[in-house]
């Protein structure tokens, strides 16, 4: 009897382990992906996504890092390549979740990334669907923090653009300060970055 | 003890689970190792990335048989299967991915516009604010090499071949009149709105299999799959007022739009070097529908159109000149659906139709045409792999034509026919490397009214000489049937023929773009007859034959200078041919030998403008004049053109737009006419055929109406 609570007790300790190895997973990609390993952290992200077919957030995270690297590298090839491979994670990822505004609120900023590189081929194109799924991620969740603050600087880019006055977006960022704060959800790894991004995007109501 | 036995056991059990090293090498066909390739077993986290030498090694839990997967950008993954045990010392070769951006493309005789900037040199962007153009595709194609600038005619007119050896299509399917319907030395334009395309190929030559008819070039205009939002766009002009509107629900999107255009009122101001009885008035409207099936997209597009006028035609021979009324009506329709069928399969289909029928009058004479057009098409696709695609394909074309003359000096004479074809067409797609690859195509038409059947032959290589340059050639055979007017009164004639031998050079970096192009085209079995123009007693034979070489150079420069975006485009052409009427080889009034076209871009940010000019140039074109004893060798004075456009956004969605062309009022002649019979002095007399007018100026403006406000019509102008 013993023998078998205590066999009982290691499965299920190997079995705990085997769960925490997603956790493991995805604290070891966040690590390297801080120590300026973008590629590896994608590819443990990739790895994670493969194995667990349910969940959008490895794929999410392999796409946000994609996408974010483009921003401070120059050659046209590179760039491309990782946009559309960050395209194809966030069509993996649409297809295990419908209807998630974290997702539109990534693929907006892949749009953006487009725009900003190329704006000549593809501002026509992709400026108009940036503004689209903005809007969409606001109707879906209204008080998501990340897709107040992005679209409110998206639109401060555009005033810009036309001469007109980025301040009047100025409140949208308070309110988006204001979600932060309430951002709440029981999902380990749930997305709730971009806080640190709000003195930049601020920096258009002070001057 | 038995106890302890058990936890060593499982203890030992586990660690051995921990201590399976998988270990290898990843290199790319070249031998070069492959730094940051991503290795790991299938469905477990087990993995690593390879170092500068391309190793990689990590250790696994796994036992038994596993699938190792190893993938790297612009590469194809590699997987294989097999225990785990035995995964030491991989020797892996990855194969490089021919569908990544660096790879060769098959491009010689294509220019592209869309919004992918692979071998694209326009975006949709560029063509609808190229100066001059005024909306009109076709006009912003003609700043493009391979193309001479032939202003009283409008239509393209790409490498020597006149305008009817050009064929247009919409979603693969054929457009039969795609330009409105005019007169001689009036300019035409495309029927259809610059907006309701995402992309377009222009092909001055060796085009594909999949397309026939044309002994010069295709035009592919592709309408876009999804719009992105709901929106009403409203356009005041003073020649016109245009609507439109796009609405999206579920997997639904309907786009309309309608444009009247009169140009009474502009006449009325402006004053006309022609005698205009009604000025040129059009009513039209377009319809986009699009369904978004799970597996394919389905696309219908209407449109119809009303035009009329009536004008007196200046002629030589005719002092009074001559009275002609043209009312015509069109309507065309296009149903495409493109999907896949699993395992690899792709499906495009879909079928057009054309009803077309013209009121002439000239003089007294009434001449009442009507043209149906049909076209069907069928296309598969199978894609082997990423280096080897099949797709082949059938089609039918039915054409009819029924003409009723009627004039007091003779009585009603009545004309038709009907103009079947069927076709069928393959055509392979093989990469040998990323560097290199080849298209093979071959097409069969047979032609149920000439009782005719023609096989050609197409093929294009391409081979990438460095990162930024490629190097291509293409060749093909091409057929095309009498045109209309010739075909009412014989129909026992033979396809024309023309082959084309084509050499492309391409090179693109860093927002730049180089292109060069080469040809060399013959023509055969050119139709002649014996008369001034095509008549019912004339003799018809398809003894005419041809060339054409030249060299289409292109630059464009998106970087060098800010806020400063501009193309440059030369092409020379030396043609010559026995066609039509003409007693010996000679070139034609259209073909100048040198045209020059250069536009430019220039976003002036603190003015909120964007500010376009084209410059064109083009050497003198040949004419005849019966007071020499030469055919067709004297050269008109040299065209040139400096067009002018001002888009001024006073608000995000509102803008204001100025056009002129012609800004520096050059005095253009494109040909003569000579008298039939020469003068008291022995002479034949002449008149120079010149512009309407010699600036046309435009001024719209431009409002949309859309929820998020960030839109604008600047695309449209």
Known sequence: MKTIIILFTLLTITSINAQSSYEKGMNKAFETWKNKKPDEAIH?????????????????????IHITTTFSIQDAENIESRLSKAQEYLNEAKAITKENAELLIMEALLNTAYVAYNPSI?????????????????????????????????????????????????????????????????TPFYPKWGKNEIKRVQKQCSK | MRLTLTIAFIFFFISIHAQTKVSGTVTAPSGAPIMGANVYLEGTYDGGSTDEKGSFFFTTSETGKQTLQVSFLSFETYTTTDEVSTMNDLKITLREDVNSLGSVVLNAGTLSAGDT????????????????????????????????????DGRLFVRGGDANEANIYIDGLSVFQPYTATTTNIPTRGRFSPFLFKGTNFSTGGYSAEYGGALSSVLLLNTIDEPDQEKTDISIINVGLGLGNTQKWKKNSLSINAFYLNLKPYQEIIS????????????SGEAVYRYAFKKGLLKIYGGINYSNFNLIQEDINTPRGINFKLINRNTYLNTSYKGTLGNDWKITTGVSYAN???????????????????????????????????SFGTEQFINTFTEQAKSPDFTTFNTSYTNNSTAAFTETNIFFSKKFAMQLGLRAVHNSLLHDTKISPRASLAYKTSDQSQVSIAYGDFYQNPEQAILKYNKTLEPQKSSHYILNYLYQHNKRTFRAEGYYKSYDRLLKFNTDTPEFSSIYTNSGS???TGLDLFWRDNKSIKNIEYWLSYSYLDTKRNYKNYPTKATPNYAAKHNLSLVTKYWIEDWKSLISTTYSVASGRPYNN?????????????????????????????????????????????NYQYANTPNSTGNFSRRAIRPGADQFVILGFFWTISDDKSDNQLDNL
Not at chain 1, 58 to 63: K, S
């Open chain 2, 272 to 283: 006309q070097r022609i005698d205009w009885i009604k000025p040129y008035e059009s009513l």
């Open chain 2, 356 to 390: 077309d029928r013209s009121d002439i009058k000239i003089e007294n004479t009434a001449i009442d045409n009507q043209e149906n057009n049909f076209h069907a098409k069928l296309k598969l696709r199978k894609r082997f792999s990423n280096r080897f695609k099949l």
């Open chain 1, 44 to 64: 443990i992200f990739e790895r994670i996504a493969k194995a667990e077919k349910e969940n959008w957030l490895p794929y999410y995270y392999a796409a946000q």
């Open chain 1, 122 to 186: 593809y501002g026509m194109k992709r400026s108009p669907k940036v503004e689209q799924l903005y809007q969409k991620a606001k109707q879906l969740e209204p008080q998501n923090p990340r897709a107040t603050l992005y679209h409110a600087e998206w639109k401060m880019g555009a005033a810009n653009f036309f001469g007109n006055d980025p301040k009047v977006f100025c409140p949208e960022v308070e309110k988006a300060i204001l979600y932060f704060e309430k951002e709440a959800n029981d």
């Open chain 2, 117 to 152: 900037s692979k071998t694209t040199v326009l975006s949709p962007m560029d063509i609808v604010t190229t100066a001059g153009s005024d909306g009109d595709y076709i006009a912003a194609l003609q700043t493009l090499p391979g193309t001479s600038k032939v202003a009283e």
């Open chain 2, 546 to 548: 041809g060339y054409a």
């Open chain 2, 626 to 670: 019966p007071n020499t004893p030469i055919f067709q060798n004297q050269k008109t004075k040299a065209y040139t053109s400096l067009n002018l456009s001002w888009a001024y956004l006073i608000s995000q969605q509102k803008i204001l737009y100025l056009s002129v062309s012609n800004i520096l009022g050059a005095d253009n002649i494109f």
